[in-house]
């Protein structure tokens, strides 16, 4: 199964008063019945514990056998696990202070894959050298911040991921990696551009440009009129470069973010694009 259905996912809090309803989120857990998968991310300590709670928090042995005692459930009773109702029920019948919110709708292709851009959205600190393998976002690769921007919870019903269109200058079917619907299918690309002079960095440029235009003149049969967004990173000529192929990519309706500019597309995708039907 390689295209998004529906599945849900809940967070995993660790509540030391049920009466007070204070938490900390400590894992995630992901459920798409058509792929048949339930599995939780937890996170490896308790440090977010101790930090949220100090002397009143449980021990840390006692919090990781709580948190060893709610993986082992789940694995034991995995098989009965067949609808939204069953996940609603599991999370209500939650007696320990390992507690589930309750489930919110989420679009899943690789399930693997998902609950681990969950974790690292919804619960991984991003203080953490271990969250993001020792590197800032910033110095993160390019697809990878641009996965993190675009697994927000609210924008993943707007985001579909693979999408496969056919670039009519081409004569050729290309992949997409990201896509959201605002009036126009906006097609999102990630580049890096590693070259050492405009006059370079235009000519790599004028590919995406015509691809894009290509694009934005012939409407797809199933997704409609198209846009182009390239998310780019220029590592040779910094922001001049940047202002060289955003003012190219203009003339050829294509827009161009960059990775200081990824809050822009976050903000436009919130305001702008469109739930999308699974």
Same mark, same amino acid.
């Given at each position: 199964?390689?295209?998004?259905?529906?599945?849900?996912?809940?967070?995993?809090?660790?509540?030391?008063?049920?009466?007070?309803?204070?938490?900390?989120?400590?894992?995630?857990?992901?459920?798409?019945?058509?792929?048949?998968?339930?599995?939780?991310?937890?996170?490896?300590?308790?440090?977010?514990?101790?930090?949220? $709670?100090?002397?009143? +928090?449980?021990?840390?042995?006692?919090?990781? +056998?709580?948190?060893?005692?709610? #993986?082992?459930?789940?694995?034991?009773?995995?098989?009965? !696990?067949?609808?939204?109702?069953?996940?609603?029920?599991?999370?209500?019948?939650?007696?320990?202070?390992?507690?589930?919110?309750?489930?919110?709708?989420?679009?899943?292709?690789?399930?693997?894959?998902?609950?681990?851009?969950?974790?690292? #959205?919804?619960?991984?600190?991003?203080?953490?050298?271990?969250?993001?393998?020792?590197?800032?976002?910033?110095?993160?690769?390019?697809?990878?911040?641009?996965?993190?921007?675009?697994?927000?919870?609210?924008?993943?019903?707007?985001?579909?991921?693979?999408?496969?269109?056919?670039?009519?200058?081409?004569?050729?079917?290309?992949?997409?990696? !990201?896509?959201?619907?605002?009036?126009? !299918?906006?097609?999102?690309?990630?580049?890096? !551009?590693?070259?050492?002079?405009?006059?370079?960095?235009?000519?790599?440029?004028?590919?995406?440009?015509?691809?894009?235009?290509?694009?934005?003149?012939?409407?797809?049969?199933?997704?409609?009129?198209?846009?182009?967004?390239?998310?780019?990173? $220029?590592?040779?000529?910094?922001?001049?470069?940047?202002?060289?192929?955003?003012?190219?990519?203009?003339?050829?309706?294509?827009?161009?973010?960059?990775?200081?500019?990824?809050?822009?597309?976050?903000?436009?995708?919130?305001?702008?694009?469109?739930?999308?039907?699974?």
């Amino acid at each position: 199964m390689n295209h998004p259905v529906k599945g849900y996912f809940s967070l995993v809090q660790y509540c030391p008063d049920l009466a007070r309803r204070e938490v900390a989120n400590v894992g995630v857990l992901l459920f798409s019945p058509e792929h048949d998968f339930l599995e939780a991310r937890l996170v490896s300590d308790n440090h977010r514990v101790t930090r949220f $709670f100090g002397k009143h +928090a449980d021990h840390a042995k006692h919090v990781t +056998a709580m948190k060893e005692a709610f #993986t082992e459930r789940l694995r034991v009773e995995k098989a009965e !696990f067949a609808t939204l109702e069953d996940l609603s029920l599991f999370v209500q019948t939650r007696a320990n202070r390992i507690i589930l919110t309750p489930p919110k709708a989420v679009r899943v292709e690789n399930p693997e894959s998902d609950l681990e851009a969950l974790f690292a #959205t919804l619960v991984a600190d991003s203080s953490s050298a271990n969250l993001t393998e020792g590197f800032e976002l910033a110095d993160m690769p390019l697809r990878k911040r641009l996965n993190q921007v675009l697994v927000m919870p609210d924008l993943i019903p707007k985001i579909r991921k693979s999408i496969h269109v056919r670039v009519p200058v081409l004569k050729k079917e290309v992949v997409m990696p !990201f896509g959201f619907q605002n009036g126009r !299918f906006n097609l999102i690309q990630p580049a890096s !551009f590693i070259q050492g002079s405009i006059t370079k960095l235009r000519d790599a440029a004028c590919r995406f440009a015509v691809e894009g235009d290509s694009l934005y003149q012939n409407p797809d049969p199933n997704l409609g009129e198209l846009q182009l967004i390239v998310v780019a990173d $220029f590592q040779r000529t910094g922001r001049d470069g940047a202002a060289a192929v955003k003012e190219l990519f203009h003339e050829y309706q294509v827009k161009l973010f960059t990775p200081e500019t990824l809050g822009d597309l976050e903000q436009e995708i919130r305001l702008h694009g469109k739930v999308l039907s699974l």
